[in-house]
Structures are given as C-alpha cells and as structure tokens.
C-alpha cells in the first residue's frame, strides 16, 4: 500500500486524511497534538511541529513513504518541498516554496516576472512610503486568513498597524502595499510539470474596512467573461513566476472598476475556507483533493469538468448573524450540503477564527440571500 505524508493535522487537513484513507492509502499525519483532530484518523499521528522539517524527513525516511502533502496551510508548505526534495518524491522546489510563502519575496518575484501587482514595501527600519498614494494595506509577510491585515487611510495610523501586523507575524515581518480598490477573486489551479490547469474562479465577499475578512465564497464567478479571461492570463503568469511546477495553487486578485487585474498573493497549496475541499468539486465535478494527492504519489490525469453548478460557502459572525437561523434549520434547504455551529457566541470578526460556523451550499445558480 501506498505511504502518504501529511503536514499539518487541523480540520484543514481532514478533508485530505480522509480522502487517502478511501483511496486505499496509509496515512502519516505529523502536527502539534493540540487541535489535531486529525489524529483519530489518520493511520499513524506524530506530536511534532510541522516546521520540523529535519526531524519530519528521518521518520519520513524511516517508514519510506511514497509521496507528501498538505492543503490550505502555508506554513506546511515549505516542510512538504522540503522533505519531497530530499526523497526525490513529486514536489516544488524548497527555495522556491520560501519564496510562495512570503509576501515581501512573492512581490519580488513578481516584479521579477511583470506581474501585474500592487507598489510595496517592507516595513524594516529604514522603510519609506512617501511616494505611496494613501489609502495603504499593511499585513503580515507569513500569514494567511486574513490575520493582522488592516487598511490605514492616514500616515498617523501606521506605526500601530504595523506593530499589529509584526506581532501577528511567525518572523515579525510585514509589508506595507498601496491599496486597489475593487471586486475580490481568487482562483484556483493544478500544475503538472510546469503546465497549469485553472480549475475554477471564485468571487469573493469580504467584510469591510480595515479588516477585510472573507464572509461568503461563490463559484463560478459572474464577471464579464473578458475578465475572467485577463485573470486567468496573470494567473499563469504567477503561477510561472512562483515556479509552481506540482501540485494546487490558490491565486487572489483584486479588480479595479475599469477592469485592471491586480495579483494580490498566490498560495503555493489548495485555498482554504472549504474552497479547494468542497467547492471546486461541488461546482465542477472535479476531486481536487484526490488530484493532490495523485501527484504527491507522482500520478497525473489532466482535469475533466464534468459538472456545470453553483457552489459556495457562508461564513456566521456578529455581522452575518441573519445567518444564524438559516444554519440551525439547515435540513429545510434542499441546497445546503454541510453546516456546523462552530461557536455559540458571536464575535466581531477581524480575522477568520472569528467566526462562529458556516453553510455550504450546491445549486443550479448562485443561492443568494
């Protein structure tokens, strides 16, 4: 039976532990035990952090597995290339996942490769922005989920964002963006030896200023076709740029209102928030996480999308608490799929582990509220 390697043990990666399992496949799920909910599922758990990736490659070694992965966490990324480069297994290269899994390199890089994105600068000792037009973003360089990101409209709130943002940061380093202003997308990819197949394209809906948290998640998105098509074409461009050559990509954009693409980041892993999971194969028919963890093991099949349907997710916090009825009554909704109350009490969102549960829904057009 096949060996598989999983960084990362949350209820991010469960989707993906129990996916191998139907596949037949033994799994070996490494995390810190606490909120490893992973663990009862997976064939074989270990209490390490998965930024040990020294300690993470002898036990890989050890049991000789045959691939390794993870999905929608940055933090595991580099640990998967890592211990896939040392084994000779399918995966990106482990300088090039540093790279995708910090902001400040990633804007380096696309500079690098005219990718359209936003002026920045990182917020070091020495840093200016009084060429930068006002309003600015300033967000952490290594974190995802939107956490210690905030919008400054003037230059008297910018010392305390960016002690927000450093302090939020695994490095205590953040970077400081000119703000686009506009319509949110991001989409999602797999990578063959260097070929990108887009998958899907999701419009998002995010809270408002500063926190920008995301509240609702929809495929396929309803932009003008033309559009989609200039998204799709930096897409590549990033995905190129980043030299993610195996493997899920979770590309965000911005869109201003005349229609000009911004790349925002670019996840070298699958997007979070039960779009690379659940969404993509609501929508699609596509089995996204059974396609990562094919080429993980060094299998690939170009992508079929065989299913043409709308799906998305909505997020229940103090803001959305119109939400609240519609998921406790979830089973009178032919469209949800999946629900959970994940917290009774609801919080003032200023990053995803604000909220407080969920909806997931399929239909035959978008299911709006």
């Given at each position: 039976?096949?060996k598989?390697?999983?960084?990362?043990?949350?209820?991010?990666?469960?989707?993906?532990?129990?996916?191998?399992?139907?596949?037949?496949?033994v799994?070996?799920?490494?995390?810190?035990?606490?909120?490893?909910?992973?663990?009862?599922?997976?064939?074989?758990?270990?209490?390490?952090?998965?930024?040990?990736?020294?300690?993470?490659?002898?036990?890989?070694?050890?049991?000789?597995?045959?691939?390794?992965?993870?999905?929608?966490?940055?933090?595991?990324?580099p640990?998967v290339?890592?211990?896939?480069?040392?084994?000779?297994?399918?995966?990106?290269?482990?300088?090039?996942?540093?790279?995708?899994?910090?902001?400040?390199?990633?804007?380096?890089r696309f500079?690098?490769?005219?990718?359209?994105?936003?002026?920045?600068?990182?917020?070091?000792?020495?840093?200016?922005?009084?060429?930068?037009?006002?309003?600015?973003?300033?967000?952490?360089?290594?974190?995802?989920?939107?956490?210690?990101?905030?919008?400054?409209?003037?230059?008297?709130?910018?010392?305390?964002?960016?002690?927000?943002?450093?302090?939020?940061?695994?490095?205590?380093?953040?970077?400081?963006?000119?703000?686009?202003?506009?319509?949110?997308?991001?989409?999602?990819?797999?990578?063959?030896?260097?070929?990108?197949?887009?998958?899907?394209?999701?419009?998002?809906?995010?809270?408002?200023?500063?926190?920008?948290?995301?509240?609702?998640?929809?495929?396929?998105?309803?932009?003008?076709?033309?559009?989609?098509q200039?998204?799709?074409?930096?897409?590549?461009?990033?995905?190129?740029?980043?030299?993610?050559?195996?493997?899920?990509s979770?590309?965000?954009?911005?869109?201003?209102d005349?229609?000009?693409?911004?790349?925002?980041?670019?996840?070298?892993?699958?997007?979070?928030?039960?779009i690379?999971?659940?969404?993509?194969?609501?929508?699609?028919?596509?089995d996204?996480?059974?396609?990562?963890?094919?080429?993980?093991?060094?299998?690939?099949?170009?992508?079929?999308?065989?299913?043409?349907?709308?799906?998305?997710?909505?997020?229940l916090c103090?803001?959305?608490?119109?939400?609240?009825?519609?998921?406790?009554?979830?089973?009178?909704?032919?469209?949800?799929?999946?629900?959970?109350?994940?917290?009774?009490?609801?919080?003032?969102?200023?990053?995803?582990?604000?909220?407080?549960?969920?909806?997931?829904?399929?239909?035959?057009?978008?299911?709006?509220?």
């Amino acid at each position: 039976m096949k060996k598989l390697a999983i960084i990362g043990a949350s209820y991010l990666q469960l989707p993906l532990v129990r996916r191998a399992k139907e596949m037949g496949i033994v799994t070996h799920c490494f995390a810190w035990e606490d909120g490893a909910i992973c663990k009862e599922v997976a064939d074989f758990f270990y209490p390490i952090s998965i930024l040990e990736k020294e300690q993470i490659l002898e036990i890989c070694q050890r049991v000789s597995i045959d691939g390794i992965t993870t999905i929608a966490s940055d933090a595991a990324v580099p640990t998967v290339c890592f211990v896939a480069g040392k084994m000779g297994l399918t995966g990106n290269a482990y300088e090039d996942a540093l790279v995708a899994t910090d902001k400040y390199r990633m804007r380096q890089r696309f500079a690098d490769y005219s990718v359209n994105s936003p002026r920045f600068v990182i917020a070091n000792e020495n840093y200016s922005v009084d060429n930068f037009n006002y309003p600015l973003i300033v967000k952490p360089t290594d974190r995802s989920g939107s956490r210690g990101v905030k919008k400054i409209e003037h230059s008297d709130e910018l010392r305390e964002a960016v002690a927000r943002a450093q302090n939020e940061s695994f490095t205590h380093h953040a970077i400081i963006e000119e703000y686009i202003s506009g319509s949110e997308v991001s989409v999602e990819s797999i990578s063959w030896e260097g070929t990108h197949f887009i998958l899907a394209i999701t419009d998002k809906i995010t809270t408002e200023e500063p926190y920008f948290v995301e509240l609702e998640h929809h495929q396929p998105s309803i932009l003008f076709a033309d559009v989609q098509q200039r998204i799709k074409t930096e897409t590549l461009k990033a995905l190129s740029a980043l030299h993610i050559n195996y493997g899920a990509s979770h590309a965000e954009f911005k869109i201003t209102d005349d229609g000009k693409v911004f790349a925002i980041e670019v996840g070298a892993r699958m997007g979070g928030d039960f779009i690379g999971s659940h969404l993509v194969k609501l929508s699609t028919g596509y089995d996204f996480v059974e396609a990562v963890i094919d080429i993980a093991l060094g299998q690939f099949k170009e992508p079929e999308l065989p299913q043409h349907k709308s799906s998305g997710v909505y997020f229940l916090c103090k803001e959305t608490a119109h939400l609240l009825p519609i998921i406790q009554n979830a089973g009178d909704y032919n469209e949800i799929v999946e629900s959970e109350i994940t917290d009774n009490e609801l919080h003032a969102i200023q990053c995803s582990a604000d909220r407080s549960g969920y909806f997931i829904y399929q239909a035959e057009k978008r299911f709006k509220l």
